[in-house]
């Protein structure tokens, strides 16, 4: 089983930028898809970037497009996360996600990660 340990939260300014980090143990972490998900102030958790497992594929939602990038260092053991150009908007607790099922139907969604960490605040002031 992983575990997942998120960090780099913080205040920024608008225009500013931030590199979240999500370093996993207790699994052979090349094996895990690794997702980012975000939870705004008063709202659901949502999909905010993942990067599957073997292939380094990306995928992102379109509000993060051209201003965000996940990455992979599996000799780490860590996923980043990093945040360009960030905007009020972007304010959310960032959670870091894990998964090696086989079966896979929709990278995007809550429900393909096992493993999740305790979440990194990001604050953006306008």
């Known amino acids: 089983q992983v575990q997942l340990v998120e960090s780099g939260g913080g205040l920024v300014q608008a225009g500013g930028s931030l590199r979240l980090s999500c370093a996993a143990s207790?699994?052979?972490?090349?094996?895990?898809?690794m997702g980012w998900f975000r939870q705004p102030p008063g709202k659901e958790r949502v999909f905010v970037a993942a990067?599957?497992?073997?292939?380094?594929?990306?995928y992102y939602t379109d509000s993060v497009k051209g201003r965000f990038t996940i990455s992979r260092d599996n000799a780490k053991n860590t996923v980043y996360l990093q945040m360009n150009s960030l905007k009020p908007e972007d304010t959310a607790v960032y959670y870091c996600a894990a998964d090696r099922r086989f079966t896979l139907v929709d990278i995007t969604t809550e429900t393909e990660y096992a493993y999740w960490g305790q979440g990194t605040q990001v604050t953006i002031s306008a």
């Open positions: 990067i599957d497992r073997f292939t380094d594929r990306t």
């Open positions: 207790g699994g052979t972490f090349s094996h895990y898809r």
